[in-house]
């Protein structure tokens, strides 16, 4: 699928590759740590992103979160866990074995004998992709194709890290010559033009005369153009049956139209037979609702623990 630049999705701050310029801002900027927050010891798996959305490595580095609250966490990482840029994407799992992600930034770090301590606010081009309007794709009206903002190699990205799952939403039919959106219609065989018209026949019952119904018409009554017999009463006399189909482009006349696409981008006319079905495809994801539930899972984690039977 053709799409567009990814980085038409980004925010100015989460293009900036380098962790020590955002980093080193951050630090002058005095960013702040969000009052309030709750302690924890959470494991969890932390995802580095480059600037247009692709995850730099498959494989997460492990950090514990040990404190949260609604849009900002401390994290603690090995001294050799350091993310390679500042946006990320976290990994919490859950108790029935799933995993919830969020989309966050690193805001600053500080070297400690422990390791590596790390402030991050929930944010970033992560969370950007991971909202339903990244993830479902929609009709672009510039060329009526099915899109979503990102290139397909960023979602191959998270697909292979796990994150998101491929789903089908829905089939559409599209243009065999450039894949956008067509309209259908029943239309002439001969010229796909839709300019059509059902001719009505009369048939006359007593002298069993079957002609166009105009032919029935006259200024005063309905007549049988064959046998002469004047007031004739439809249900009665005769009855009305359907007749061939006119085209008013080329003059086909025939009893039996044909389904027929028109392509809203390049115009083209073609048999619906020759229309080429598309899958809409979107991603699934467990999304985190709140750093703040971070602690929430791991008391969840510590009740657990305490009930497991003898």
């Excluded at 099915?146 to 939403?169: E, F, M």
């Excluded at 249900?235 to 044909?258: A, H, I, K, Q």
């Amino acid at each position: 699928m053709t799409t567009v630049d990814s980085k038409s999705v980004v925010s100015d701050a989460a293009q900036r590759d380098a962790f020590g310029p955002v980093a080193s801002q951050a630090k002058a900027d005095g960013a702040s740590i969000e009052h309030g927050r709750s302690k924890c010891s959470v494991p969890l798996s932390v995802f580095a992103l480059t600037s247009d959305g692709h995850l730099a490595s498959r494989k997460p580095v492990a950090a514990v979160a040990t404190s949260c609250a609604e849009g900002s966490a401390s994290l603690s990482l090995g001294w050799d866990a350091m993310p390679a840029y500042p946006s990320l994407v976290l990994g919490v799992p859950t108790l029935d074995g799933r995993t919830l992600f969020a989309g966050c930034v690193l805001t600053s770090h500080e070297v400690r004998d422990d390791g590596i301590h790390c402030e991050i606010n929930r944010g970033g081009i992560g969370e950007i992709i991971l909202t339903e309007e990244a993830r479902i794709p929609t009709l672009n009206t510039e060329f009526f194709q099915y899109r979503l903002p990102c290139d397909d190699s960023v979602y191959d990205s998270w697909l292979r890290a796990g994150i998101l799952k491929r789903t089908v939403l829905d089939r559409v039919l599209v243009c065999g010559k450039c894949r956008s959106v067509a309209t259908f219609r029943f239309a002439c065989r001969q010229c796909g033009s839709g300019r059509v018209a059902q001719k009505m026949l009369a048939h006359h019952f007593a002298c069993a005369f079957v002609a166009p119904a105009s032919e029935f018409e006259t200024a005063e009554t309905l007549k049988c153009p064959n046998c002469r017999t004047k007031h004739l009463v439809a249900g009665t006399d005769f009855e009305y049956m359907p007749g061939d189909n006119e085209c008013d482009v080329c003059g086909w006349s025939d009893r039996e139209l044909e389904q027929t696409g028109h392509c809203l981008n390049c115009d083209s006319r073609f048999a619906a037979h020759k229309a080429v079905e598309q899958e809409l495809v979107g991603y699934h994801v467990e999304r985190l609702a709140s750093l703040a539930d971070i602690a929430d899972l791991g008391r969840s984690r510590v009740t657990a623990a305490g009930h497991v039977p003898a």
